[in-house]
């Protein structure tokens, strides 16, 4: 440690009963960083200035609520130092206790040792979070509340500060990468961030901790794919294949020999194999294992920090109350006028998305062509893997800009909403702005799993775009190996940009920001000398610590929405569609291994304090989690039943291959490709309308037919019964895989009980002795009326005996 980090440690400390930053309250025992709330504005020299009497104003509000303000001015910034007395918080905490949700954290205890006071105090959690509620609920006499006035620029910023010391433990214990591997202080998270914290970095560990299964079997199945790589007759027949190809565009792409293509049949085996079923499956009761085991993780720690049954709206009105005793309750409202705007404007929203897919399968058809012509014969040999790259790389560039719009969207279709709590517009603006990503992100996925080399027609009657470009075809091998590069460059690319820009942008900004702070710092250096603790310290001295967390990035309400949506997005690439990317489960887990201490070090250090929220849950968030478990039962059933050769491998194995006769000598999948192609020829009028004679010719050789993937009719290219056949064992497939996991889900869930039976005891056992408490109590009271109530009697009595007596003796 060096000098300025121990000087930054003994900042607050008391010597001699006194501190360099003590002034900064009325009475000295209170440091600097006890104050609640900071509030900066500019300075305003002009009186008369409409934004000068809206400040006063505003802290003479506060004032009347008994809040205590302190302002220091410094350069041209005025900054306020709010504090709230004891009474607001006695308010809030019995409150709480009389509440129907929130009263067994009222039982809690919310006192606890203030190490600089010496006595015993509210936690600075608590108070941040009142304060917070009573700063943004003070209203001008012209209704204009704290929001308003900060996009007025009445006010320039408002935050609440650090803590030194818990900071500096946060950073020794979590907060630095060198602790990547070790456990998440999340009580200590808790007190010092809140709740809300807390448990999205619990429910991040805990995702994270069970994602080293997945990634195990994951491994187990490419390697699977891997140790049959050159013994798998599939690649054998493709990479020893003299089978002619159809070409792939219509100018400038001639036919191909089968062979050609064989490092792409290498790759598409070791993603589509016997293993990705298994994979598939295991994937999905994974997803219902996860959300189990972190209930019951969840219900052990909101147990022990006693808000088991805490409501947020609940919370919500006793802020309220707490503010202002004579409030009226925000009554529930429905319009049916509203709801149906929402949902057409959101609608419409979805729209826009899939059309923007549209527009990339159009760019990568488009690219593709224009390639395939390219002089470079690299580029024309690959031009589908190249227009496939540069579709995915397309994909995140329109994801990035769509986050913004999707962000816009949301909150002002919650503002057509009129939610009547935060709680609740929290909730709508997190569904909202879910499903906008999520169709802006499998959007691309969905047409390359489903539709790639479905649609596209057949030599003689292609599908084309504007009359002019052929759609995109499938290889022969299959799809599969498009939608896993798809994924991979889209998961890769998300997770490392993502990560660098998250880190990098705040750390830059923080160091510009710095630079400032140590040069107000500068100014000052006597502070550190004994003689200015003695005597009354300068504006510097006070305002160092408010100055440090000014210079801070800012947050809001959206910032732990931002990491939550974030990891979710994560955990539907994890699960949906994980057929074609075994590997992605294993990406995550690394990505997660940095991403925790890349968010503790965004926090703690390079950004400001955000408000401590109380909760109990993630929130909506845990229906969103459950809605993608569903989804990802379908999506793997459809993928495998329909995107992969798995069926109709199986359908050759048993019925149409070498072994459905009983032959044995050979290789059951010996002929596969050449059964799953048919055959064009050149001589037919249709298919001349397509293919040139000159694009037949391949080495020298002139062709006058080509094959290409189908189950069609080599005369009249009609659908034969093979293609019925297996598409009505594809939806079988797709119905019985689907019923066999949900089954399988519902079972893991009823077997694995929500709560442990230990948080069952422990609520059990503290209900029972809060009931024998108040029991007691009750009993106390009475016992002091009764005694009251004789004590009243006696001293009558005796009053009036000695009236008697005294009369006695006049008379």
Same mark, same amino acid.
């Given at each position: 440690?060096?000098?300025?980090?121990?000087?930054?440690l003994?900042?607050?400390?008391?010597?001699?009963?006194?501190?360099?930053?003590?002034?900064l309250?009325?009475?000295?025992?209170?440091?600097?960083?006890?104050?609640?709330?900071?509030?900066?504005?500019?300075?305003?020299?002009?009186?008369t200035?409409?934004?000068?009497?809206?400040?006063?104003?505003?802290i003479?509000?506060?004032?009347?609520?008994?809040?205590?303000?302190?302002?220091?001015v410094?350069?041209?910034?005025?900054?306020?130092?709010?504090?709230?007395?004891?009474?607001?918080?006695?308010?809030?905490?019995?409150?709480?206790?009389?509440?129907?949700?929130?009263?067994?954290?009222?039982?809690?205890?919310?006192?606890?040792?203030?190490?600089?006071v010496?006595?015993?105090?509210?936690?600075?959690?608590?108070?941040?979070?009142?304060?917070?509620?009573?700063?943004?609920?003070?209203?001008?006499?012209?209704?204009?509340?704290?929001?308003?006035?900060?996009?007025?620029?009445?006010?320039?910023?408002?935050?609440?500060?650090?803590?030194?010391?818990?900071?500096?433990?946060?950073?020794?214990?979590?907060?630095?990468?060198?602790?990547?591997?070790?456990?998440?202080?999340?009580?200590?998270?808790?007190?010092?961030?809140?709740?809300?914290?807390?448990?999205?970095?619990?429910?991040?560990?805990?995702?994270?901790?069970l994602?080293v299964?997945?990634?195990?079997?994951?491994?187990?199945?490419?390697?699977?794919?891997?140790?049959?790589?050159?013994?798998?007759?599939?690649?054998?027949?493709?990479?020893?294949?003299?089978?002619?190809?159809?070409?792939?565009?219509?100018?400038?792409?001639?036919?191909?020999?089968?062979?050609?293509?064989?490092?792409y049949?290498?790759?598409?085996?070791?993603?589509?194999?016997?293993?990705?079923?298994?994979?598939?499956?295991?994937?999905?009761?994974?997803?219902?294992?996860?959300?189990?085991?972190?209930?019951?993780?969840?219900?052990?720690?909101?147990?022990?920090?006693?808000?088991?049954?805490?409501?947020?709206?609940?919370?919500?009105?006793?802020?309220?109350?707490?503010?202002?005793?004579?409030?009226?309750?925000?009554?529930?409202?429905?319009?049916?006028?509203?709801?149906?705007?929402?949902l057409?404007?959101?609608?419409?929203?979805?729209?826009?998305?899939?059309?923007?897919?549209?527009?990339?399968?159009?760019?990568?058809?488009?690219?593709?062509?224009?390639?395939?012509?390219?002089?470079?014969?690299?580029?024309s040999?690959?031009?589908?893997?190249?227009?496939m790259?540069?579709?995915?790389?397309?994909?995140?560039?329109?994801?990035?800009?769509?986050s913004?719009?999707?962000?816009?969207?949301?909150?002002?279709?919650?503002?057509?909403e009129?939610?009547?709590?935060?709680?609740?517009?929290e909730?709508?603006?997190?569904v909202?702005?879910?499903? @906008?990503? #999520?169709? +802006?992100? !499998?959007?691309?996925?969905?047409?390359? %799993?489903?539709? $790639?080399?479905? /649609? =596209?027609?057949?030599?003689?009657?292609?599908?084309?775009?504007?009359?002019?470009?052929?759609?995109?075809?499938?290889?022969p091998?299959?799809?599969?190996?498009?939608?896993?590069?798809?994924?991979?460059?889209?998961?890769?690319?998300?997770?490392?940009?993502?990560?660098?820009?998250?880190?990098?942008?705040?750390?830059?900004?923080?160091?510009?920001?710095?630079?400032?702070?140590?040069?107000?710092?500068?100014k000052?250096?006597?502070?550190?000398?004994?003689?200015?603790?003695?005597?009354?310290?300068?504006?510097?001295?006070?305002?160092?610590?408010w100055?440090?967390?000014?210079?801070?990035?800012?947050?809001?309400?959206?910032?732990?929405?931002?990491?939550?949506?974030?990891?979710?997005?994560? @955990?539907? #690439?994890? +699960?949906? !569609?994980?057929?074609?990317?075994?590997? %992605?489960?294993? $990406?995550?887990? /690394? =990505?997660?291994?940095?991403?925790?201490?890349?968010?503790?070090?965004?926090?703690?250090?390079?950004?400001?304090?955000?408000?401590?929220?109380?909760?109990?849950?993630?929130?909506?968030?845990?229906?969103?989690?459950?809605?993608?478990?569903?989804?990802?039962?379908?999506?793997?059933g459809?993928?495998?039943?329909?995107?992969?050769?798995?069926?109709?491998?199986?359908?050759?194995?048993?019925?149409?291959?070498?072994?459905?006769?009983?032959?044995?000598?050979?290789?059951c999948?010996?002929?596969?490709?050449?059964?799953?192609l048919?055959?064009?020829?050149?001589?037919?009028?249709?298919?001349?309308?397509?293919?040139?004679?000159?694009?037949?010719?391949?080495?020298n050789?002139?062709?006058?037919?080509?094959?290409?993937?189908d189950?069609?009719?080599?005369?009249?290219?009609?659908?034969?019964?093979?293609?019925?056949?297996?598409?009505?064992?594809?939806?079988?497939?797709v119905?019985?895989?689907?019923?066999?996991?949900?089954?399988?889900?519902?079972?893991?869930?009823?077997?694995?009980?929500?709560?442990?039976?230990?948080?069952?005891?422990?609520?059990?056992?503290?209900?029972?002795?809060?009931?024998?408490?108040?029991?007691?109590?009750?009993?106390?009271?009475?016992?002091?009326?009764?005694?009251?109530?004789?004590?009243?009697?006696?001293?009558?009595?005796?009053?009036?005996?000695?009236?008697?007596?005294?009369?006695?003796?006049?008379?």
């Amino acid at each position: 440690m060096n000098s300025q980090e121990a000087m930054e440690l003994d900042e607050g400390r008391p010597e001699d009963g006194n501190s360099c930053s003590e002034p900064l309250m009325a009475w000295n025992m209170y440091s600097p960083r006890i104050y609640d709330y900071v509030l900066v504005a500019d300075k305003v020299d002009d009186k008369t200035e409409p934004s000068y009497k809206k400040q006063e104003a505003f802290i003479e509000q506060l004032k009347g609520k008994k809040m205590q303000v302190n302002d220091v001015v410094h350069e041209e910034k005025v900054f306020y130092g709010i504090r709230a007395p004891k009474e607001i918080f006695e308010k809030y905490k019995y409150l709480l206790k009389v509440s129907d949700a929130c009263n067994w954290s009222g039982e809690q205890g919310l006192l606890e040792l203030d190490e600089d006071v010496g006595s015993e105090d509210f936690p600075q959690s608590t108070r941040i979070r009142v304060v917070h509620f009573v700063l943004h609920h003070t209203f001008l006499n012209s209704g204009e509340n704290l929001s308003e006035l900060l996009e007025q620029k009445v006010f320039d910023s408002m935050f609440c500060v650090h803590e030194r010391k818990k900071q500096k433990a946060l950073k020794r214990l979590w907060a630095r990468w060198t602790a990547v591997f070790r456990n998440q202080p999340i009580d200590e998270i808790r007190v010092y961030f809140g709740e809300k914290v807390a448990l999205y970095y619990l429910w991040l560990g805990c995702y994270t901790y069970l994602l080293v299964p997945a990634s195990v079997v994951g491994i187990i199945i490419f390697l699977y794919g891997l140790a049959f790589f050159q013994t798998s007759p599939l690649i054998t027949e493709v990479c020893e294949s003299d089978i002619i190809m159809c070409p792939r565009c219509d100018k400038g792409c001639n036919a191909w020999n089968l062979s050609d293509t064989c490092a792409y049949a290498k790759v598409n085996h070791l993603f589509d194999n016997e293993g990705t079923v298994a994979f598939a499956m295991f994937m999905a009761i994974w997803a219902t294992l996860f959300f189990e085991f972190w209930k019951r993780h969840r219900s052990k720690y909101v147990s022990k920090w006693k808000v088991f049954n805490w409501c947020e709206e609940e919370e919500e009105m006793i802020l309220e109350v707490v503010n202002d005793e004579k409030c009226k309750p925000k009554e529930y409202h429905h319009s049916y006028w509203r709801t149906t705007l929402v949902l057409a404007l959101s609608t419409l929203l979805l729209v826009v998305i899939i059309g923007l897919t549209h527009m990339l399968v159009v760019t990568r058809v488009v690219a593709a062509v224009q390639l395939a012509e390219a002089e470079w014969d690299f580029v024309s040999e690959y031009a589908d893997m190249c227009a496939m790259l540069i579709g995915a790389v397309l994909h995140y560039v329109t994801m990035q800009v769509m986050s913004k719009v999707n962000k816009a969207a949301a909150l002002k279709l919650c503002e057509i909403e009129n939610c009547r709590s935060f709680a609740a517009l929290e909730k709508s603006f997190t569904v909202k702005m879910f499903t @906008f990503q #999520f169709f +802006t992100l !499998f959007s691309s996925l969905i047409y390359i %799993a489903f539709f $790639l080399g479905r /649609i =596209n027609g057949y030599p003689g009657n292609y599908v084309r775009l504007a009359g002019k470009w052929r759609l995109e075809e499938c290889h022969p091998s299959g799809c599969l190996t498009d939608l896993f590069i798809q994924m991979a460059v889209i998961l890769v690319l998300k997770q490392t940009v993502n990560n660098i820009f998250e880190f990098a942008v705040p750390w830059f900004k923080r160091c510009l920001k710095r630079a400032k702070a140590k040069k107000l710092e500068r100014k000052c250096g006597h502070c550190y000398r004994k003689a200015c603790r003695k005597e009354d310290p300068c504006d510097v001295c006070k305002l160092r610590d408010w100055i440090r967390n000014y210079h801070l990035n800012d947050v809001n309400a959206f910032s732990l929405f931002n990491e939550f949506l974030e990891m979710v997005l994560q @955990f539907s #690439f994890t +699960t949906i !569609f994980v057929a074609a990317f075994p590997l %992605a489960p294993l $990406l995550a887990f /690394i =990505n997660n291994l940095f991403e925790i201490r890349l968010d503790a070090i965004k926090m703690v250090s390079l950004e400001r304090r955000l408000v401590p929220q109380k909760t109990n849950d993630i929130g909506v968030w845990t229906k969103v989690l459950e809605a993608i478990g569903v989804l990802a039962v379908i999506a793997n059933g459809l993928v495998i039943g329909f995107s992969t050769d798995f069926i109709p491998r199986l359908a050759y194995q048993y019925r149409y291959g070498p072994c459905a006769n009983g032959t044995t000598d050979i290789h059951c999948m010996t002929g596969y490709i050449n059964d799953t192609l048919a055959t064009a020829y050149v001589t037919d009028e249709k298919v001349r309308s397509d293919f040139s004679f000159q694009q037949m010719v391949v080495n020298n050789v002139n062709y006058t037919h080509c094959r290409y993937k189908d189950y069609r009719s080599n005369e009249d290219q009609s659908l034969t019964p093979k293609f019925w056949f297996i598409l009505a064992i594809r939806f079988a497939f797709v119905v019985l895989f689907e019923h066999v996991v949900v089954m399988c889900k519902f079972i893991a869930a009823w077997f694995i009980p929500d709560n442990p039976t230990s948080v069952k005891n422990s609520r059990l056992h503290d209900k029972l002795q809060r009931l024998k408490d108040e029991l007691k109590g009750q009993k106390h009271h009475n016992a002091m009326s009764d005694g009251s109530t004789e004590n009243f009697a006696f001293q009558f009595c005796s009053s009036s005996a000695s009236s008697r007596l005294a009369t006695e003796q006049k008379g």
